[in-house]
């Protein structure tokens, strides 16, 4: 049986920190790439931020650089994104899925979690 889990989501205002986790189960999941990406209200999914199965590579849009830090913990078979000094266009559902190759923007994801919103005020 696969699962994935996100949690962490809420409701906060602009410049506030939340960190997102995101929990796999059934797979080898220390063996895997995780990506983050989050899709707003009429808008396209986008690309947020993923890891390679190590730790040791990470990759982030452009408009979360230097504000996000993605990371894992494999004992955990968790991953987490960090996200600070949150802005309105943050404000999306966020999903955690897996990497069917590598890791990276640009590689196939297979499994996905249900989703946790994140809805930031100015």
């Known amino acids: 049986q696969v699962q994935m889990v996100e949690f962490g989501g809420g409701s906060v205002q602009a410049g506030d920190s939340l960190r997102l986790s995101c929990t796999a189960s059934?797979?080898?999941?220390?063996?895997?790439?995780m990506g983050w990406f989050r899709q707003a209200p009429g808008k396209e999914r986008e690309f947020v931020a993923a890891i390679s199965w190590s730790g040791r590579n990470t990759y982030y849009t452009d408009s979360v650089k230097g504000r996000f830090t993605i990371s894992r913990d494999n004992a955990k078979n968790t991953v987490y994104l960090q996200m600070n000094s949150l802005k309105p266009e943050d404000t999306a559902i966020y999903y955690c899925?897996?990497?069917?190759?590598?890791?990276?923007?640009?590689?196939?994801?297979?499994?996905w979690g249900q989703g946790t919103q994140v809805t930031v005020s100015s």
């Open positions: 059934g797979l080898p999941f220390s063996m895997l790439g």
């Open positions: 899925a897996t990497s069917q190759g590598g890791s990276g923007p640009d590689v196939p994801y297979g499994y």
